[in-house]
């Protein structure tokens, strides 16, 4: 397998996986969440180091290691993207499987188990039309103010949702338009979903317009925004604006 056909694969069976795991009725609760992350990332870690040994790895379920700041490839996965919606049943979680070149995010694959979809950079597909009023997906439980006070002056309607891949994969499905996160977050949750959506022609980058850049020492990403490209300016600049 090349490298889309890699993160493609493992995030499916990783998807899989995770399914499975709820499906059996075992575990519930945080108990389940925990027990679905564990197997996912197993998955993931002994598929990536047998496959792809001479290649970096950074996991959110796995102690990171200062190896991976030397090298020009380094694959960055979230084993299960949306531990509370998956917890709960719901459809809004993910798994992440992407790889950064040169600190790109060149290569990734979210899957979105619950609704039996991998999304991939190697199949992109076309644009989908925008809607009337602009929608735009934010937190079902903590919406960020910037992005309320966005919605207002594009006089879009806020749709919330769960896990940052599915909100970012909202987009790049046509569910929405707009993804503005301000939160902060870390590589993980976002390093595939910027990935993917690039790939399939949309506008990915910090709240200040500058590049996405992954595999540093310093994990956390603030801030995001992912959207159809003709919006990319006016809300950078009614962001900005904000002060």
């Given at each position: 397998?090349?490298?889309?056909?890699?993160?493609?694969?493992?995030?499916?069976?990783?998807?899989?996986?995770?399914?499975?795991?709820?499906?059996?009725?075992?575990?519930?609760?945080?108990?389940?969440?925990?027990?679905?992350?564990?197997?996912?990332?197993?998955?993931?870690?002994?598929?990536?180091?047998?496959?792809?040994?001479?290649?970096?790895?950074?996991?959110?379920?796995?102690?990171?290691?200062?190896?991976?700041?030397?090298?020009?490839?380094?694959?960055?996965?979230?084993?299960?993207d949306g531990t509370r919606e998956y917890s709960e049943e719901r459809d809004?979680?993910?798994?992440?499987?992407?790889?950064?070149?040169?600190g790109r995010p060149a290569i990734g694959a979210v899957a979105l188990p619950?609704?039996?979809?991998?999304?991939?950079?190697?199949?992109?597909?076309?644009?989908?039309?925008?809607?009337?009023?602009?929608?735009?997906?934010?937190?079902?439980?903590?919406?960020?103010?910037?992005?309320?006070?966005?919605?207002?002056?594009?006089?879009?309607?806020?749709?919330?949702?769960?896990?940052?891949?599915a909100k970012a994969m909202a987009v790049v499905r046509g569910e929405a338009?707009?993804?503005?996160?301000?939160?902060?977050?870390?590589?993980?949750?976002?390093?595939?979903?910027?990935?993917?959506?690039?790939?399939?022609?949309?506008?990915?980058?910090?709240?200040?317009?500058?590049?996405?850049?992954?595999?540093?020492?310093?994990?956390?990403?603030?801030?995001?925004?992912?959207?159809?490209?003709?919006?990319?300016?006016?809300?950078?600049?009614?962001?900005?604006?904000?002060?």
């Amino acid at each position: 397998m090349n490298d889309h056909e890699l993160a493609a694969h493992l995030a499916g069976e990783a998807g899989r996986i995770l399914l499975a795991v709820r499906d059996s009725r075992r575990h519930h609760g945080r108990d389940l969440g925990g027990a679905g992350d564990a197997e996912a990332n197993a998955l993931l870690v002994a598929a990536l180091r047998e496959l792809r040994p001479d290649d970096g790895l950074l996991s959110e379920e796995e102690k990171d290691s200062a190896a991976r700041l030397g090298k020009e490839r380094t694959w960055i996965v979230d084993p299960l993207d949306g531990t509370r919606e998956y917890s709960e049943e719901r459809d809004d979680w993910a798994v992440h499987v992407a790889l950064a070149i040169g600190g790109r995010p060149a290569i990734g694959a979210v899957a979105l188990p619950a609704l039996g979809q991998v999304l991939r950079t190697d199949r992109p597909a076309p644009l989908p039309p925008a809607a009337a009023p602009l929608r735009m997906v934010v937190s079902r439980t903590r919406p960020a103010r910037e992005a309320e006070l966005v919605a207002q002056a594009l006089g879009a309607d806020l749709v919330p949702m769960g896990s940052a891949g599915a909100k970012a994969m909202a987009v790049v499905r046509g569910e929405a338009e707009i993804y503005l996160h301000t939160g902060g977050q870390y590589e993980w949750d976002s390093c595939a979903p910027v990935a993917v959506a690039l790939a399939h022609g949309f506008h990915a980058s910090r709240i200040d317009g500058s590049a996405m850049v992954y595999n540093q020492a310093d994990v956390s990403m603030p801030d995001l925004l992912i959207c159809r490209p003709e919006l990319a300016a006016p809300v950078l600049e009614i962001v900005a604006g904000l002060g």
